[in-house]
């Protein structure tokens, strides 16, 4: 069914938005290890040994570094190739395999390869590039600590939409639904919050001038 064929990629691609490895490693563990994916001839290399390992130390590296208050911003920049590079392998790949729920994955990309590759990579070039914005604002709003704590929720959610989008992807509506949702909501309280706190600044600032002013303060 090419409805399916189509969550199934746009949930990968949406996760390789949050974090570039993490369909990739999903995937090629699946097809390795379980019956649960079966990648076309094109993709087989997802599964094989080596490639497996080299996205499992990428991934502890991306891990690590997206936790980091300004490295993550660093990180984000860095991934601006990558994620939709990564996005565009995963739709690829996903959208032309066969798994639990679709049976005929050639039926709607015969002649037309280019096409879910093109749309991975919008896709997750759409998601990196709200997570790479987003960051900054968090960080300033929670003084760094909310780094962590958002790096591990994207994490949790890129493993649950790739394997949701394997083995459910009709449940991916729900997923890209919230996400158009929360987004800008999230980014416009962000930014509220960032104005809130530069006119507590900007009045505590003022108000220590005027003390000062005043011959208010602290005496030698």
Not at 28 to 42: E, F, H, K, N, V
Request: avoid cysteine; aromatic fraction near 6%; charged fraction near 15%.
């Amino acid at each position: 069914m090419a409805v399916l064929e189509v969550l199934t990629g746009s949930g990968l691609a949406a996760s390789a938005g949050l974090n570039a490895y993490i369909p990739l490693l999903v995937m090629g563990l699946l097809a390795r290890y379980t019956g649960m994916i079966d990648l076309p001839s094109g993709w087989q290399w997802l599964g094989n040994g080596w490639v497996l390992a080299i996205l499992a130390v990428l991934l502890a590296l991306e891990f690590v570094a997206d936790k980091v208050p300004a490295l993550d911003s660093v990180n984000d920049a860095l991934q601006t190739v990558v994620r939709p590079t990564a996005g565009g392998l995963a739709f690829g790949a996903g959208s032309t395999s066969q798994t639990l729920t679709v049976s005929d994955p050639d039926s709607f990309f015969r002649g037309h390869q280019w096409v879910p590759i093109v749309a991975g990579v919008a896709l997750a070039f759409g998601v990196h590039a709200v997570k790479a914005a987003s960051r900054p604002l968090i960080n300033t709003v929670t003084a760094g600590i909310g780094a962590p704590v958002v790096s591990t929720a994207e994490d949790v959610t890129s493993v649950t939409v790739s394997i949701l989008a394997i083995i459910m992807p009709f449940l991916v509506v729900i997923f890209l639904v919230g996400l158009a949702v929360f987004v800008p909501w999230l980014v416009r309280r962000l930014r509220r919050r960032r104005r809130e706190r530069r006119e507590q600044l900007a009045a505590a600032r003022a108000a220590a001038a005027r003390a000062a002013g005043n011959g208010v303060g602290p005496r030698p």
